[in-house]
């Protein structure tokens, strides 16, 4: 659901009287300029910025990483569109063409996600690499982005919940073509706030893991608990089929008891120790190579000087 009338205010936050531009006030080459394209852009430089600075704690580099983005960013734009698309179709059928245009919007984060993973997949099987640490960075990075990217549906006006008839704090007040102010609840703040709190814990957290994947297992606990929630709030669920099952809310379900079961079970089951990670590997390797280099030089030193 979009709000194209009045502003916007936060009464609980003392913020009044907003009036969020959809677009930049300039063209370029003709186009306008999104806010919600800009924010989401933002948001991914913010995330890459950080995998940069963290990337040798998860036994990698950063070349490598920049490979995986390559993969995976292009097919989580594609799944998050094709997600979108999916369970909108009837706003499309007429103009199949408009699916195109997502600068003006409609991208779903669990579809981009999942594009995500896939290009993951594709990158490990191509580059021959242990998937599960990109995984784990890739949380990271999402976390940031979502937060952040959050703010993109303000811009463009969107993703607001249910109407609001008490004097909640964090309520939304928007006003109508007739003058008059309701509240509705941001569910856009919500989920960027909760983002927020998973990205912060998740980070102290993922310097304490004890295997790959840990920290993707995490963050899809984490977000699944918290979409769950706000998803049900929502007055523009994607819903399935003809069903009043919304997508994302059952998504984020299974979402949050698989990660909390294979949690479970590794925890039990495996009771790993760190030892096994990539990071934890590489050093033994590396601390190897010069050893044997060394040796191999003094032997040929050897042979050579008598």
Known sequence: MFFDAGT????????????????????IFGKEIYFYGLVIALGFLLAILYVRFRVKQFGTNFDLVTDAILFAVPMAIICARIYYVAFRWEAYRSNPISALYIWEGGLAIYGGVIGAILGLLLFSKVKKQKITPYLDIMAL????????????????????????????????????????VRYWHPTFLYESLWNLV??????????????????????????????????????????????????????AGVSFLAAVIAMLYIRLYKNPDGSKMLVNRKPETAEAEPEAAVEEAVENEGVSHP
């Not at 913020?15 to 300039?26: A, K, M, Q």
């Not at 704090?169 to 073509?177: H, K, P, V």
């Not at 295997?211 to 994607?238: H, K, M, N």
Request: aromatic share 16%.
């Open 8 to 27: 916007i205010s936060f009464p609980g936050l003392g913020i009044e009287g907003i009036n969020p531009p959809r677009t930049l006030p300039f063209s």
């Open 198 to 251: 998973g990205f912060i814990v998740l980070h102290f957290l993922s310097k304490k893991r004890k295997y790959d994947g840990q920290t993707f297992l995490q963050y899809a606990a984490w977000y699944g608990l918290g979409r769950f929630w706000i998803e049900g709030l929502r007055t523009d669920s994607l819903y399935i089929g003809g069903t009043d099952l919304r997508a994302s809310q059952v998504l």
């Open 141 to 180: 990075g999402l976390l940031i982005g979502q937060l952040i990217g959050r703010w993109g549906n303000f811009f463009n006006r969107e993703c607001y919940g249910e109407e609001i008839l008490n004097g909640f704090f964090l309520r939304m007040g928007i006003e109508g073509a007739d003058g008059v």
